[in-house]
């Protein structure tokens, strides 16, 4: 976790548009009185969103108005949910998912990319379009390796996808989102359809068989040893002798 500050440069104002004030008030409604502070997140989110994806200081105030929460309050949200941006991230913000599965299937090629056509992290590009930022899992695992941008999944994604995908979103086209394979939802991929032909490996009838085949592999691999250890021990002694 780095430190999260709120941006050098602030605008002097802040207010929901009519939309967004009527959306909001129908989220604080939510809550009983005196409990209007649960409303705090999806206020901030929603002041976020108006913001082309980053909460000034002045929105954070706004919304602890709003609830009757103290600035610090809110400020302390807005700070520890990485899900709130406190600095400007251009018109779209790739988060690059780096946890293990998606490492495993190629993130750190995605990474690549991202580096040569944004930069850093954390830095909006020269033409204001486009930041990036390597987060944690964000739950599309079987779509591997995948990145989200502003509010859209973008997944199986290839070195070659994602150049591709940053070319259309710069030029404004249209874009695909979720597989950019054609999978549906996370279905197999295409001519791989023999995923889980091991019944044991979902079959409640048969759980438990594939304890026996792991014990059964175990007590082989001993035997294999100790056979080993054996026949090495017979050699030495015919060497003495
Ligand atoms: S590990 Fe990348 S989405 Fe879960």
Not at 155 to 176: F, I, N, S, W, Y
Request: glycine fraction near 6%; proline fraction near 5%.
């Amino acid at each position: 976790m780095t430190v999260r500050r709120l941006a050098e440069q602030q605008p002097d104002s802040f207010e929901f548009t009519p939309e967004n004030r009527a959306w909001c008030d129908a989220q604080i409604s939510k809550y009983p009185l005196g409990r209007q502070a649960s409303a705090v997140i999806p206020l901030l989110w929603k002041a976020q969103a108006q913001n082309n994806y980053w909460l000034p200081q002045k929105a954070i105030e706004k919304v602890a108005d709003m609830l009757a929460m103290p600035y610090i309050r809110v400020l302390e949200i807005a700070t520890f949910y990485s899900m709130f941006n406190l600095e400007p991230v251009g018109r779209h913000f790739v988060q690059l998912c780096g946890t293990t599965p998606c490492a495993l299937r190629g993130a750190n090629d995605i990474k690549a990319v991202l580096e040569k056509r944004i930069g850093e992290q954390r830095h909006v590009s020269a033409d204001g379009k486009f930041a990036w930022l390597e987060v944690e899992c964000l739950g599309a695992c079987c779509n591997a390796p995948m990145v989200q941008i502003n509010d859209d999944y973008f997944e199986d994604l290839t070195p070659e996808l994602m150049e591709k995908l940053l070319d259309d979103l710069a030029a404004g086209r249209p874009v695909k989102t979720g597989s950019q394979i054609g999978r549906i939802g996370s279905e197999p991929e295409p001519g791989k359809s023999d995923t889980l032909t091991d019944a044991t490996l979902y079959d409640g009838s048969v759980v438990g068989s594939w304890k026996t085949r792991f014990d059964e592999a175990r007590v082989a691999e001993k035997l294999a040893a100790e056979k080993a250890a054996a026949e090495k021990a017979a050699a030495e002694a015919a060497n003495k002798s």
